[in-house]
C-alpha cells in the first residue's frame, strides 16, 4: 500500500522559512522521482518542484532561488526548505510520486504577518 505522508507546514512571517517533509511506504522510492505540488487560493494545484533518482531537479520559476527539493533515500523521505517566503506562497503543499496518481494528504502553509 503506498502512503506519502506530510510533515512541517505551519504558520510563518514574510521572509521567514519552513522544511516541509514527505515519507514515503509502499513504493520503490529510491528510484522515484518525486515533487511537490501546492494549492492556493483561487488558483489551481501547480507542481512547484520535483527531483529524479539522479537527483535532477527542477523547479517553478516562482521558487527559483528561495526553495530547494532535496531527498534521502535511506530514509525514503523528500523535503522542501522554503526560504524567503512571501504572501503568495500561502496554500497547501502535497507530495506527489511523480507520474502516479499518489499524493499525500497535504500540509497548510500561511505565511501571514
Known amino acids: 500500500q503506498v502512503q506519502l505522508v506530510e510533515f512541517g507546514g505551519g504558520l510563518v512571517q514574510p521572509g521567514g522559512s519552513l522544511r516541509l517533509s514527505c515519507a514515503a511506504s509502499g513504493i520503490a522510492f529510491s528510484i522515484s522521482t518525486m515533487g511537490w505540488y501546492r494549492q492556493t487560493p483561487g488558483k489551481q494545484r501547480e507542481l512547484v518542484t520535483t527531483?529524479?533518482?539522479?537527483?535532477?531537479?527542477t523547479y517553478a520559476d516562482s521558487v527559483k532561488g528561495r526553495f530547494t527539493i532535496s531527498r534521502d533515500n535511506a530514509k525514503n523521505t523528500v523535503y522542501l526548505q522554503m526560504n524567503s517566503l512571501k504572501f503568495e506562497d500561502t496554500g497547501v503543499y502535497y507530495c506527489?510520486?511523480?507520474?502516479?496518481?499518489?499524493w499525500g494528504q497535504g500540509t497548510q502553509v500561511t505565511v501571514s504577518s
Open positions: 506527489n510520486w511523480i507520474g502516479t496518481d499518489y
Open positions: 527531483i529524479t533518482s539522479g537527483r535532477t531537479m
